[in-house]
C-alpha cells in the first residue's frame, strides 16, 4: 500500500481508464516511465497518486497499479532505470543519486569478453572493480531489480 513520502518507480504506461483508474495517460507522461519519484498525494478511491520527480511536482496523476515502491537506503535512491539496448553492450541503465547529492551512473554490460556491473563511483572504479566486488550503488540497484534486471521497464 501507498502512502505519502514513498518512493516509486514508473514501472510502463497504462491505458486510460485501466483497471478502475479514474484518469486518462496523457502523452506527457511518457517521459517519466523508467523515473522514480515521490508519493506527495494519493486517492485510493480513484487509485491516482501524485509525485514528484526530478524535484518538481508532476501535474499529472499516475495509477497506482503502475508504481513499484523502491527502497531508499542511507540516504541513496534510484532516480532513473532502463533497459538499454544497441551495440554498446549495456543492458540495463541506472542512475543513483548519492549522499552529498552526487549522482552515479550504474550500468549492467554484456560483452564477448566482459558480463558485469559497472558504476561510475571512486569506490568501484578504483577499489571494487579490482577486487571483483560491488559497490553499495551496484548492490542497490540489483537489490530493487533481481540480478539480472527482470522488471525493468523497456
Ligand atoms: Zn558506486
Redesign the pocket.
Given at each position: 500500500m501507498l502512502k505519502i513520502g514513498d518512493i516509486v518507480l514508473v514501472e510502463r504506461k497504462a491505458e486510460s481508464h485501466e483497471r478502475g483508474w479514474r484518469n486518462t495517460w496523457e502523452k506527457g507522461m511518457d517521459s517519466v516511465v523508467g523515473k522514480t519519484g515521490v508519493v506527495i498525494r494519493y486517492n485510493k478511491l480513484h487509485r491516482n497518486v501524485h509525485i514528484k520527480v526530478d524535484g518538481n511536482i508532476d501535474g499529472y496523476g499516475y495509477p497506482d497499479f503502475v508504481l513499484r515502491k523502491f527502497k531508499h537506503a542511507a540516504g541513496m535512491r534510484i532516480t532513473k532505470i532502463k533497459r538499454a539496448g544497441g551495440r554498446s553492450g549495456l543492458k540495463i541503465y541506472a542512475e543513483?543519486s548519492?549522499a552529498h547529492g552526487k549522482n552515479?551512473l550504474?550500468g549492467y554490460f554484456r560483452r564477448n569478453n566482459f558480463r558485469g556491473w559497472q558504476?561510475?563511483?571512486k569506490?568501484?572504479f578504483f577499489d571494487?572493480f579490482k577486487k571483483n566486488r560491488?559497490?553499495?550503488?551496484?548492490k542497490l540497484v540489483r537489490a530493487e531489480t533481481g540480478r539480472y534486471g527482470g522488471g525493468v521497464p523497456e
Amino acid at each position: 500500500m501507498l502512502k505519502i513520502g514513498d518512493i516509486v518507480l514508473v514501472e510502463r504506461k497504462a491505458e486510460s481508464h485501466e483497471r478502475g483508474w479514474r484518469n486518462t495517460w496523457e502523452k506527457g507522461m511518457d517521459s517519466v516511465v523508467g523515473k522514480t519519484g515521490v508519493v506527495i498525494r494519493y486517492n485510493k478511491l480513484h487509485r491516482n497518486v501524485h509525485i514528484k520527480v526530478d524535484g518538481n511536482i508532476d501535474g499529472y496523476g499516475y495509477p497506482d497499479f503502475v508504481l513499484r515502491k523502491f527502497k531508499h537506503a542511507a540516504g541513496m535512491r534510484i532516480t532513473k532505470i532502463k533497459r538499454a539496448g544497441g551495440r554498446s553492450g549495456l543492458k540495463i541503465y541506472a542512475e543513483v543519486s548519492g549522499a552529498h547529492g552526487k549522482n552515479y551512473l550504474v550500468g549492467y554490460f554484456r560483452r564477448n569478453n566482459f558480463r558485469g556491473w559497472q558504476c561510475t563511483c571512486k569506490n568501484f572504479f578504483f577499489d571494487a572493480f579490482k577486487k571483483n566486488r560491488n559497490c553499495k550503488h551496484i548492490k542497490l540497484v540489483r537489490a530493487e531489480t533481481g540480478r539480472y534486471g527482470g522488471g525493468v521497464p523497456e
